[in-house]
């Protein structure tokens, strides 16, 4: 029978759940399976209600579910928001102090948590005080967990003694305590109706457990990027502190005063030479618009990320939603070229943070590349993205000979010269016989303004062409990507994140409702694959567009794009990511009684 | 081989009106590279936009004519990207002054190793001559459909308390002292601010190459209106920048100078002080900027395989 | 016979051509005929070439044209510049002084004034020195046109003395006697083999003569515009200018130090219930992004004037371009309603700096209206638009009673409340009852931060309800704008400055080429109006998509709204205005060899 | 019938932090409105984006949060718009000297009747504890990787610099005084700025309210960190605004006074001058100014028809 697990555990934020999860996310990876962890926190610094989701199974996982199989709780409000996502067979660890009469009306299996006794039973033993060691329920809730589940507490053990090193490491022991007073309580007091049981596995191969922002960061450092200037904005200001602090990779991180230099800091970079960088989200991505223009404008790579979260304005500042398409792909005065990748998993992410610099050179124009908020603060388990296959591409840069060249005739260099496919050489300003000029303005070869006519024609038209010459290189693979049968009842079209869900709700349909479902996921926005895209969606019999914001942003591109105006969509707006079963049920409903538009709800 | 003036002239289309100030900060710079024999490839000139921030274009050295109001924060990612080049922002008072001038204060905070030349007209060039930041209240040049009504800044105050560490005042028409200006900023090691009054005789008509020539009636009777503070003995430089109530006094001081209502107009050095830069500053926490810088970072081998090893960081991932 | 002149007068920028040529098409306006008047100039102050040409007709007239028929010149680049575009029976005016050798090859009507002659003249009868009197040329050249065209000398006079008021007015003696001299020098000069002729016509009615930032800043007082916040940017300053000269309207003009701050205080007005507006241009207008967000966010009715010039980044800013409109419907992260409005020539500029103002108040959320350089600094005579009907509507407020209603309750109003159409009553503060709050964050009804899903589900939905309500209320006309015959070979379908180009180029392929043509302008661009479109479209033989850019950013749109894609296209991006004659060519090239795309390149 | 304190209050929840120095900074905020009894409805607070830029959902008056970085151009618009309502703007020091800074340097130039209330705590909030603009260099707090590499700003000279025409600090645990501060800044006629020292405990550890309530070593002894300008006879007041002498000496006094090295950390009233506010110097372009505000101006009669005539300009447009 194949493993699977749904544990939730909820709390004030502050008080440690984050590091709860975390913990016990990576036991169960220590274990060799699989886990699929999801955030979810208000925009606030303590006390609000914050929870996180752990899955756990013996194959990958991709994405976030409803039902929850264990709900760890040590604080009231926990309880009352989530056990109605029990399920029927789920449990409840809760705290006998805390809970009053009905509370737990509808639970089948209640585990009582005694947190006061355990903590006294620490407080004793390492002779602290009661009122300091609150945020130890973590730990206990844990191992409770442990307990039920009937996991080995030596593999516990070793993670939480790996969680408390350096400063903290005299931390280890009390923490070990604890815990092994909550795990053999457990175990003792396991109620028969649990059924649940998680088995170590072997052999699962080399493997990381990373979330989003590790995973861009691992990337852009592995690209080489040198410069990485920011304003902290929630959740890209996440990437920049841990680029920070990975001092060792030379990335010169800066905090700017606002996005708009923080963008100029990147492409000020980006001129000289240096891969450079910018992460943000919504309202700071707004603020870089101006600037994105003039690096389209100059020929100038640059890699901006750009961390989606509910909007507009402020909006839900630390909610999902893809809400930032159109102004990536549209945003900006005027036309200039840019390339818009959006990846859709945890791997890509990883491949995406290297594979955006390249693009950026190879194409000497913004590259920009849409997370979000989901997958940034999500933690999962993959295999070990195989690096060692991956290649630095730095684009067409002047030859010696081109500058040698040039050292007679007062050392400038035709850094903008009209080509075929709209990429012309660049130097790196310090080299001799390269001098070049930018401007914002319209300008020739040697980047001097000119408004005359006909170089206007020329100079716009070649800038635009790159957008070509991208649609024709870029390997189809990266265009798009396609998953399922080749002929399927449905076909769902997506784009970022919503692919995890999409190919765990597919496995359903057809295992459980009889229905077949591929998937089309658009990795490169913009250009867009017209053509693959058209090719796949007429081939479809049915066509589902799945996206998380309310005007359906992909869907008008794919109609702008190619003229398909899609029949069915699927549509979320309240914050909360999609879940497996929602979009199975929407489907169903598309399925079953042709819908037009499904929207989902689904949250807490 | 010495670099002469020549070389470091573009003849590419200048289209500023006769008699504009700009061209004596043109030629000053000029001057200023020869004097300091930098070669041209070696040098980047930013700048933001305004009839002043076309300078690059006059200049053959490298050249970067970015946005409105941002050439500082441009000019200070290419400096931490390559701080082996000499990198200087010019531009108009409105562009650093008005819409930059949240890039000025802030980059006073990092003290990157830039010189940053004000070109100071009271008005916007190209808009057609709308107040800038530095005209009075009350005052009505020849473009304005009313009097300014909104008070002026005093730059030299504003870069003090920002943080820069270089501070100085020329004048557009002496050609001779602010050459000697341009030079002392760009050999200060940190960010120098350099304000330069600058005629504008298409829409300033009150600020005019003649009134900056006058003589003005002082308590030792006429002197010319532009005095140089080095003739008043006059010393801004912090001798001891570890001593904090020298850097206070020396601060107080350069305030109350640049401060003092007076009928002429002082140029010259007005601060100085010598303090780690934000490259000394990122090497601490950086290790390998002690020994290359990010330009000369190696990022892929010859056969494209990235140079910048991960091994560590995914090692802590691993489960 | 139909009265036609194209009159062209160039020089270098601050010589005068400006208001030499406004001279010469007031006198025109002034004769009863009918002026279109273009001025094309470079990013510069002093010095570089610009130029001035003057359409006269004894009917309407909407666009600039190729050909010139009288070539005003004092200088020798204007002369070599613009030569090739007279027609076969066109004079030159000329400075003998100036000319060389073979400038004049294939003039076929060459007419001397002797500028220097003249000068020397005036310099005489009123002692002044010859230098100071070289700007006067420009006087010299529109009153030797004048002798030329046979036009009465009383109604030049009559302008001048108009021209001259106030601290100028000793000028006027000075400069009617100048204009006498060459008026009369060239009567009797007159070369026999010159045709044209004006006649003064009576009887055209109440008319104005007028550019677009006059229309529209006329427009926006009579709507009760009272802060207009602005950084100046060409050519929208043009606009605040002429407000700030007009202190009797009581428009609070206020330059601000960038443009999120002129943004910024204008949504600040407009919070306040005071009709409230800023005008940019590209880089300006980006830079706007995040706040006009806010305002979609926050429900603030706020207008804002974009005029579009060449793009991207600092582009040709002088130069005509419609390259903004990706930005203004598309522009700022996540999903907020807004309104967006193109006028298409004078008349609907002068209306929308009037309507913008009741949309915004009507659905309470930021209007952009996309106008462009090629009309702001175009004159052109149009009849005195009849305001008398129009009205002013401040949308839905609250009332006395809701008010007085929530005294007792902490004084608080329900300023969001969730309403089918999607509009909630609002309040202006200072009311006693009306407290509300404003955040960039989700909220709930009073306007308060929540992040609680359900919330978040019919909120965003309410705010983006308004655009359906807009579709239904806004009259057709007022969304789609349709000339000439019902079925025609060809259908124009445009946006925006080229309707007037396309009007006319309809009229010359009927008569002169046989093709019928129909013409279909959007003005309302968001919500977009796709039935209307997508009925015209259907019904139409063969449609030509028409805009100012490279990207085809409308027919983009237009695909996007409705799944049409336009067959054919007719686009420019060299920064000049089409001419009629050159979208006579393009139109005859498509419907004679069926070209997908025909590139127009006209201009000096 | 006196206001009182609860009327003034919103219950609207309050997510800041235990300890956090905002409460007291409401409060006072609070208070100061029942001290001035100003009817709430004749109140709008505005904010940026931050902790302390929640506050205006705790008052109950007008509220109106808005961007980060950008509550003083908002507010200006609207109290150009409506300058009878009293009009506050507050936020955080990120908020209001870092990427907001731009609109302090250039608010200072418009003078208008807006009460602008920065909480410093050296650090952003809401983004997990970076430094801000006023944090020194060379610090490191429990939220930073590394310590501070940027030179800290100081706020009351950029004030100054910028033109405000009052400037002070509180500080947020000292309601007492705090009230009073804001009491005054609400009633100076003019922009006033006041900086509040605000301790928060999440992410700030060094300038904690244990720190700032300690007694400090002077050469008069132990005394509170806390030093009360006005129990040192300083007076920031500029007696005669006519006098440009007595203004350059007071702008230098204040100058020198909050850029001193000292280990107390001085709050009171620093500068303050009367000088005409942007709406006397508008209503000197716009007649109807002087009889109406914006707000007040009518826009049309019961039928709608539109009340401003364009007639006269519409006739000079006549052909
Ligand atoms: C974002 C943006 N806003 C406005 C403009 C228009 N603009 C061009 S130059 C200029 C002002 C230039 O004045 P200043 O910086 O003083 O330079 P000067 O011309 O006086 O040398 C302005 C406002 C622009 N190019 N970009
Ligand atoms: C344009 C933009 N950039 C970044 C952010 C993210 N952000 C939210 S609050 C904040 C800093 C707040 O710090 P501060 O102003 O000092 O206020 P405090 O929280 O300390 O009270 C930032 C950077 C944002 N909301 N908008
Ligand atoms: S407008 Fe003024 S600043 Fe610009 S070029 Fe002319 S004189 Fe110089
Ligand atoms: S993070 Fe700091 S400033 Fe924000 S609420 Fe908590 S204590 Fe206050
Ligand atoms: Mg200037
Ligand atoms: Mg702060």
Known sequence: ?604 | MAFKIGEYRNDSHNDWCVGCGDFGILSSIHKALVVLQIPRHRVIVFSGVGCSSKTPHFIQTYGVHTLHGRSVPFASGAKIANPDLEVLAVGGDGDGYGIGVGHLVNAGRRNLSITYIVFNNGVYGPTKGQASPTLARGTQTKSLPQANINDAINPLALALTAGFTWIGRGYSFDVKGLTDLIVAAIRHKGTSLLDVIQPCPTYNDIHTKEFWGEKVETESGPLPRILRLDEESYDGKVADPADPEEVARKQVQAFERCNRIEARMPVGVFYEIALPTFMERLAERIPSLKFSTPAQAPVADGQGRPTTSIETILAGFRV
């Not at chain 1, 303004?449 to 790159?466: F, S, V």
């Not at chain 1, 079963?581 to 079953?592: F, G, P």
Request: with cysteine.
């Open chain 1, 1 to 604: 029978m194949q493993q699977h697990l749904s544990w939730l555990i909820g709390g004030p934020q502050g008080s440690g759940v984050d590091s709860a999860a975390t913990l016990f996310a990576r036991v169960c990876g220590a274990s060799g399976l699989w886990v699929f962890g999801q955030r979810e926190y208000h925009s606030n610094i303590k006390g609000d209600h914050s929870y996180y989701q752990v899955r756990v199974a013996d194959t990958p996982l991709r994405g976030p579910v409803g039902p929850i199989d264990v709900l760890a709780t040590f604080e009231r409000r926990t309880l009352l928001l989530h056990k109605e996502y029990l399920t029927s067979s789920g449990a409840v660890l809760f705290d006998p102090v805390l809970v009053k009469a009905g509370d737990l009306d509808g639970v089948k299996v209640a585990v009582e948590v005694p947190y006061a006794e355990f903590i006294e039973k620490v407080a004793a033993e390492f002779q602290k005080q009661v009122v300091r060691l609150q945020i130890i329920k973590n730990v206990l809730s844990v191992a409770a967990t442990f307990g039920l589940l009937g996991l080995e507490f030596k593999i516990l053990q070793e993670e939480i003694e790996k969680l408390f090193v350096g400063r903290r490491a005299k931390l280890a022991p009390m923490n070990v305590f604890a815990a092994r007073t909550a795990y053999e309580s457990t175990v003792e007091r396991k109620p028969r109706e649990f059924r649940f049981q998680l088995e170590p596995i072997a052999g699962a191969g080399e493997r990381i457990f990373v979330n989003g922002v590790q995973a861009i960061g691992m990337g852009k450092i592995l690209a080489g990027c040198k410069l990485q200037s920011y304003y902290p904005i929630t959740p890209a200001a996440d990437e920049c502190d841990f680029l920070e602090s990975h001092p060792e990779s030379g990335v010169a991180v800066v905090q700017c005063e606002d996005e708009i230099a923080a963008m100029a800091m990147a492409i000020g970079g980006g001129v000289m030479g240096v891969r450079s960088s910018t992460s943000t989200s919504g309202p700071g991505f707004d603020l870089k618009t101006e600037a994105i223009g003039w690096a389209g404008m100059n020929e100038v790579p640059v890699v901006v990320f750009n961390y989606q979260r509910g909007g507009p304005a402020t909006g839900l500042p630390t909610r999902h939603e893809q809400g930032d398409l159109s102004q990536a792909i549209h945003g900006g005065h005027g036309d200039f070229p840019r390339i818009v990748i959006a990846p859709a998993d945890m791997e890509e992410y990883f491949v995406d943070g290297f594979q955006s610099f390249n693009l950026a050179d190879r194409y000497q124009t913004p590259v920009i590349v849409l997370v979000d908020k989901a997958l940034a603060n999500s933690t999962v388990t993959i295999p070990r993205p195989e690096t060692g296959k991956w290649r630095v591409d730095r684009g067409a840069l002047a030859s010696p000979e081109d500058l040698q060249g040039n050292r007679e005739n007062g050392g400038q260099f035709r850094r903008f010269r009209i080509t075929d496919d709209g990429i012309s050489p660049r130097p790196f300003p310090g080299a001799e016989g390269g001098i070049f000029w930018c401007t914002g303005d319209e300008h020739d070869e040697f980047g001097h303004i000119t408004e005359d006519p006909g170089n206007r024609d020329r100079m716009h038209a070649k800038r635009m062409r790159k957008e070509e010459t991208a649609l024709k290189e870029i390997p189809a693979r990266d265009q798009v990507r396609f998953f399922g049968p080749e002929s399927a009842d449905l076909t769902f079209l997506t784009w970022g994140s919503p692919k995890g869900v999409l190919l765990e709700a597919s496995e359903l349909l057809r295992s459980e409702h009889g229905i077949s479902a591929n998937l089309l996921v658009v990795h490169l926005l913009r250009p867009f694959p017209s053509g693959l895209v058209t090719a796949r969606l007429q081939a479809a019999r049915r066509t589902i567009c799945v996206e998380m914001n309310i005007s359906g942003q992909f869907e008008n591109l794919v109609r702008q794009c190619t003229g398909i105006s899609i029949p069915h969509n699927i549509r979320k707006w309240n914050g909360r990511p999609m879940t497996v079963e929602e979009v199975v049920a929407a489907a169903r409903a598309i399925q079953d009684h042709s819908q037009k538009r499904v929207v989902l709800h689904h949250g807490v």
